[in-house]
Nanobody, 126 residues
Framework: QVQLVESGGGLVQAGDSLRLSCAAS????????LAWFRQAPGKEREFVAV????????FVADSVKGRFTISKDNAKNTVTLQMDNLKPEDTAVYYC???????????????????WGQGTQVTVSS
């Protein structure tokens, strides 16, 4: 049984940093693509970042490029999202997702991910 548990959210001021973690169980880390999505109030869930299963390639959304970094620790079965220079528009619930079957062209699509965490709230005040 796959379980994803996020942690690290909170309330910060603009310009601050946060580090989100997602602890995974029931997955072989090297065989799963691991991603972060977020959903702001009244908006659709959107892609934030992903690390691929095969080569560990990392991609981030244009809106967070240069500020957010995704990484994974295969030994600890953890994927993290380092968020720097946070902006009020980054306020959202952040979700960790995993997929063992996603292909490169689908990695930014939430429909490609079968497993999701419960989410963690990130609030950035101006």
């Amino acid at each position: 049984q796959v379980q994803l548990v996020e942690s690290g959210g909170g309330l910060v001021q603009a310009g601050d940093s946060l580090r989100l973690s997602c602890a995974a169980s029931g997955v072989t880390f090297t065989r799963y693509a691991l991603a972060w999505f977020r959903q702001a109030p009244g908006k659709e869930r959107e892609f934030v970042a992903v690390v691929s299963q095969r080569h560990g390639s990392r991609f981030v959304a244009d809106s967070v490029k240069g500020r957010f970094t995704i990484s994974k620790d295969n030994a600890k079965n953890t994927v993290t999202l380092q968020m720097d220079n946070l902006k009020p528009e980054d306020t959202a619930v952040y979700y960790c997702a995993a997929s063992g079957t996603v292909i490169s062209s689908q990695m930014r699509s939430q429909s490609a991910y079968a497993y999701w965490g419960q989410g963690t709230q990130v609030t950035v005040s101006s």
